[in-house]
């Protein structure tokens, strides 16, 4: 069975850090990109980081630009999202995903063919 696991989720202080995690299984995803998107209470579900398969492009969303950091291992089929100076807007399920196609660009949801079963991040202020 082909599937994506995030853990690493929690409650936070506001200024706090998180590390999400996503274990890929059931094959190897180190061609494909892969993202983390986050979804807040009644609303859709927006892009927040993307890896290319080599690791060597990443895109991130405006708002978490120079607090988060995406980095995956293509040898334990994990992808992973530092998430520092969180802020309580930042509350929301994260979900990691990966595109339907090889070497395909992470834009939007509508670009993703597997996701993670979401993992709730909770910022205090």
């Known amino acids: 069975q082909v599937q994506l696991v995030e853990s690493g989720g929690g409650l936070v202080q506001t200024g706090g850090s998180l590390r999400l995690f996503c274990a890929a299984s059931g094959r190897t995803f180190s061609s494909y990109a892969m993202g983390w998107f986050l979804q807040a209470p009644g609303k859709e579900r927006e892009l927040v980081a993307s890896?290319?398969?080599?690791?060597?492009?990443?895109y991130y969303a405006d708002s978490v630009k120079g607090r988060f950091t995406i980095s995956r291992d293509n040898a334990k089929n994990t992808v992973y999202l530092q998430m520092n100076s969180l802020k309580p807007e930042d509350t929301a399920v994260y979900y990691c995903a990966v595109t339907k196609r090889r070497y395909d660009e992470i834009r939007s949801a509508a670009d993703i063919g597997l996701w993670g079963q979401g993992t709730q991040v909770t910022v205090s202020s």
């Open positions: 890896i290319r398969g080599s690791g060597g492009s990443t």
